[in-house]
């Protein structure tokens, strides 16, 4: 891998990590950037998903204070989040290039129009769920967080909207505290597709060291310019590449 290719990965887990720590969606850029250097689609998306999972796990851990009190619905739910990204990381390793090459437009698409949900989403949320009675149970969640998860070991861009929603459908509870707890699930699910991922043999491992150090610097970066960039015009920015990638893919 030249330098210049490595160049360009790195600058895509830059700007990933930067993006998901104000706004989400990181993947719509550093995927890309894979398949960009000729990394086939499917070693570039278990690279991608290798790469950025320190990511979670900063996030989970700055959002741990939100997640007193919720230890039994981790017990619920999380079982169930390693469950879904296991056979979504199953999924993706027995699909053929030709298949998942694709697929990839459509998935792109998919996170985009997820991205660009995210604030109704959260407001939705904010609003009550849009039901007058929401679920206690966490229990009764695990099988639409599999299912969630079951996508986002597949692709994953996208994937924190999706468990958010479900969240708010069913638990009642800040908004603060179930976006800690979905934090939460989807560093498991990333992280139970990583370890079927890295005894695959189809991780491009220079590539994923630079992009996941990349990412973290670009997190940093992220978190403390957080106060002086608006999430909602980054998010923009970033679903009108995303398209532009879809289409680009699609065609």
């Known amino acids: 891998m030249s330098p210049a290719q490595l160049g360009l990965v790195a600058l895509g887990g830059l700007s990933a990590g930067f993006v998901n720590a104000l706004a989400g969606g990181g993947t719509l850029l550093s995927f890309p ?4 250097i000729g990394v086939p689609p499917i070693a570039a998306n ?4 290798v790469a950025l999972c320190p990511g979670y796990l900063g996030a989970t851990l700055a959002q741990r204070r939100d997640l007193r009190g919720q230890a039994g619905r981790m017990w619920a739910l999380l079982p169930a989040a390693a469950a879904g990204g296991l056979l979504g990381g199953v999924l993706l390793l027995r699909s053929s290039e030709h298949a998942f090459r694709s697929l990839v437009p459509f998935l792109i698409l998919l996170a985009c129009g997820l991205l660009a949900m995210q604030d109704r989403v959260r407001a939705w949320l904010i609003r009550g769920g849009g039901t007058t009675a929401p679920v206690s149970s966490a229990a009764r969640a695990a099988g639409p967080v599999a299912i969630a998860a079951i996508y986002g070991g ?6 924190s909207v999706i468990v958010l929603a479900v969240l708010g459908v069913v638990l009642d509870d800040t908004l603060t505290r179930l976006n800690a707890l979905k934090q939460t699930i989807a560093l498991t699910v990333n992280f139970a597709a990583v370890i079927l991922f890295v005894v695959s043999g189809h991780v491009v ?6 992009m996941a150090a990349g990412a ?26 995303g398209l532009a990638v879809g289409v680009l893919y699609l065609l």
């Not at 950037?33 to 960009?36: D, E, G, K």
């Not at 278990?46 to 998903?49: E, L, R, S, V």
């Not at 597949?154 to 994937?159: P, Q, T």
């Not at 310019?225 to 999430?231: E, K, V």
Request: proline share 4%; aromatic share 6%.
């Open 33 to 36: 950037a894979l398949t960009a």
């Open 46 to 49: 278990i690279t991608n998903t």
């Open 154 to 159: 597949y692709f994953g861009a996208g994937l």
């Open 205 to 210: 491992w220079p590539a994923a060291a630079v």
């Open 216 to 241: 973290l610097i670009g997190g940093a970066v992220g978190g403390r310019l957080a106060g002086a960039i608006r999430p909602a015009a980054l998010r923009t920015a970033v679903v009108v590449v």
